[in-house]
């Protein structure tokens, strides 16, 4: 059975500081990985998405890396706003089609 | 991009009342979606697939008698809490994947659900 584990489970830092966040998952069998952010009381917002193929991906501040065979995955994310303030969900799709396994999250405070 | 809306984003039942939510994909059609549940300060838990014109398959534990799921249409999948009762707060999110575009997951905006 597949478990997705994120740390940490939660991080405050100050605006302007580069941050990593860590997703790890037990079976490297995957067909894509997905990073997500979730607001207080909100759905979920699509960050990045990194098929099995892929090593990286980026978008604007963000950059996300997928290394398969040791069954992890990071988040970066480049000088940070009080606005990056959420909670961040990664979640992998075994084979295509099938439901997400999400970590726990990281909860993301960014102080200005 | 792919859009998933979901409605209502919050509701307020009686106790042992039925509550119906929707989710719809907007600009693409989806013979799959998911249901999950979400309770405060945790991740989401899948409850159920629901398929186009078929049953649905729901997770270990969940009861199908209580959580109806209904995928009539190719853009339209059910969610109804029946006889609902004050454990059954919490907040549902459906998501769909429009598999033409090779994107991930959508995800909907959630409904906030309070049994009084």
């Known amino acids: 059975k597949q478990e997705v584990t994120q740390i940490p489970a939660a991080l405050s830092v100050p605006e302007g500081e580069n941050l990593v966040l860590n997703c790890s998952f037990t079976?490297?069998?995957?067909?894509?990985l997905q990073w997500f952010r979730q607001d207080p009381g909100k759905g979920l917002t699509s960050l990045l998405l990194?098929?099995?193929?892929?090593r990286e991906q980026t978008s604007g501040r963000l950059n996300a890396s997928l290394d398969k065979s040791s069954g992890r995955s990071t988040l970066y994310i480049a000088a940070s706003q009080p606005g990056d303030s959420a909670t961040y969900l990664c979640?992998?799709?075994?084979?295509?089609?099938?439901?997400?396994?999400f970590g726990e999250g990281t909860q993301l405070t960014v102080n200005p | 991009g792919a859009v998933v809306s979901q409605h209502p984003s919050w509701v307020i039942c009686k106790s042992g009342t039925s509550v119906k939510i929707e989710c719809r994909s907007l600009?693409?059609?989806?013979?799959?979606m998911f249901w999950y549940r979400q309770f405060p300060k945790q991740s989401l838990m899948l409850m159920a697939t629901s398929n186009e014109g078929s049953k649905a398959t729901y997770e270990q534990g969940v009861e199908k008698d209580k959580f109806l799921i209904n995928h009539a249409s190719l853009t339209l999948s059910t969610l109804t809490v029946t006889s609902a009762h004050p454990e059954d707060s919490s907040f549902y999110i459906c998501?769909?994947?429009?598999?033409?575009?090779?994107?991930?997951?959508?995800f909907g905006s959630g409904t906030r659900l309070t049994v009084v």
């Open positions: 600009d693409f059609q989806a013979t799959t």
């Open positions: 079976d490297s069998a995957i067909y894509n």
């Open positions: 979640a992998v799709e075994e084979t295509s089609g099938s439901r997400l396994t």
């Open positions: 998501s769909a994947r429009d598999a033409g575009t090779g994107y991930g997951y959508t």
């Open positions: 990194i098929q099995s193929s892929q």
